[in-house]
């Protein structure tokens, strides 16, 4: 799908076996059993796919267990990405509408030049719709910052009715998803998703402040600086979002901020897994399954977690993390994370491609660690989060 920004990861890749700390079956009818007798919690991954009815007899909106279905599949009206320097200068530069020259942007603080740049892309994603903001029924926005300040303060300055968000770096499919269910209803005729986040504010924020220069171990990743923004609404000839996946909490028993990928692996498998159930789809069914920010340690446990129940996406399968950057010369480490990572990579190059055509259907599987800095200080594990989106692009007979 991306030529020259592949993803391949080995199967005894050497950080994937050190550092995963259990593994599910995924066994269909099972329960989530890790490794050495440990039991991964929150997952149970049953078989769907029955049909639904809702009380007036009606066709259910639901299908399977956790998978909704929108009938009037509200579509992406647009959408607009920012990007900090260093995203500017990965793979994917070219792709995105705006790329700042530092980190500040202006601002006295990174926290200040973070809701600059959810402002703009709100900003952006209205304009390429022909839209004002008195036009726009509701924002739901998200970040990694306490009290979400940077979509807070944001929605203070864009004035539009806010609906704040937080599912971590999962924050994207999460408010895709709410977006859709309004539009979808009738409840709103456009809504606008955006996930943003700052490497800078989030060091400071979950590790330690930068001037620190601590040293990085291989599995950590790099916080994505940017903010992707997407307008829901009923516009023919757009991608449109189909269904959506609602993820359930999973907790790998990995402590380790340093380690997110790991602690975000079985949740991506068990939300891939049950849409893939409830819709009686199969891998081949998309173009594209894209994980937000499993990074190269998540990606191969994901992967190898999906092997064991008997579903191979390799094929099909990228991850944000492993795209965003140029890892062989930008030194990220594991990868890409951050809410902005899957908001840049999909907003940008993946939409642009579903709107061309070339994309036929996407799977979005943004992932998040629930964990906070309080937590990680207690010695408690990291829940893990993902939710998934269909999308499908425009039809060539349609243009």
């Known amino acids: 799908m991306f030529e020259g920004f592949g993803c391949d990861i080995p199967e005894d890749a050497t950080t994937a076996k050190n ?51 929108f009938p009037q599949s509200p579509n992406l009206t647009s959408t607009a990405t920012v990007a900090g320097p260093k995203e500017g200068q990965g793979p994917f530069g070219q792709f995105f509408d705006a790329v700042k020259e530092d980190t500040l942007l202006g601002e006295k603080s990174w926290e200040g030049a973070e809701r600059k740049i959810v402002e ?5 994603a209205l304009k390429k719709a022909g839209l004002g903001p008195t036009e726009v029924d509701c924002l739901l926005a998200g970040d990694l910052l306490n009290q979400i300040i940077s979509s807070s303060y944001a929605a203070r300055e864009l004035s539009i009715p806010f609906l704040g968000l937080y599912g971590a770096c999962a924050t994207l499919s999460e408010a895709l998803i709410l977006a859709a269910i309004l539009v979808d209803s009738g409840y709103a005729h456009y ?27 291989p599995t950590a990743q790099w916080t994505v600086t940017g903010a992707g923004a997407a307008l ?6 757009f991608p449109r979002i189909t269904h959506a996946t609602i993820g359930k909490v999973i907790d790998m028993g990995v402590s380790d901020p340093n380690d997110m990928g790991g602690a975000m692996a079985a949740a991506a498998s068990d939300t891939i897994w049950q849409h893939l159930q409830d819709t009686e789809r199969s891998p081949r069914d998309y173009d594209l399954i894209l994980t937000g920010d499993l990074g190269e340690v998540g990606s191969a446990s994901a992967l190898r977690l999906l ?40 907003c940008g190059p993946v939409y642009q491609r579903l709107l061309s055509g070339e994309l036929r259907r996407v799977l979005l599987v943004a992932t998040g660690s629930l964990h906070s800095p309080c937590s990680v200080q207690q010695g ?20």
């Open 120 to 124: 703009e892309a709100v900003q952006l």
């Open 307 to 346: 092997r064991q129940a008997g579903v191979d996406i390799s094929a099909v399968h990228q991850d944000c993390g492993l795209l965003i950057f140029d890892r062989a010369r930008q030194n990220v480490q594991a990868g890409g994370s951050g809410c902005a990572c899957s908001g840049l990579v999909f």
């Open 232 to 237: 829901v609404g009923k516009s023919p000839n």
């Open 380 to 399: 408690q594990s990291i829940p893990g989060i993902a939710h998934a989106v269909a999308i499908e692009g425009v039809s060539r007979e349609e243009d």
């Open 191 to 217: 809504a606008v998703a955006v996930a943003s986040s700052h490497h800078d504010t989030a060091e400071r924020q979950y590790r330690y402040p930068t001037e620190f220069a601590n040293q990085r171990p």
């Open 19 to 69: 550092h995963i700390r259990c593994a599910i079956p995924l066994c269909r009818g099972g329960h989530g059993i890790a490794q050495n007798n440990e039991t991964v919690s929150g997952s149970s991954l049953p078989v769907g796919g029955e049909k639904k009815r809702d009380v007036s007899g009606n066709p259910s909106k639901r299908v399977g267990k956790q998978t909704i279905l």
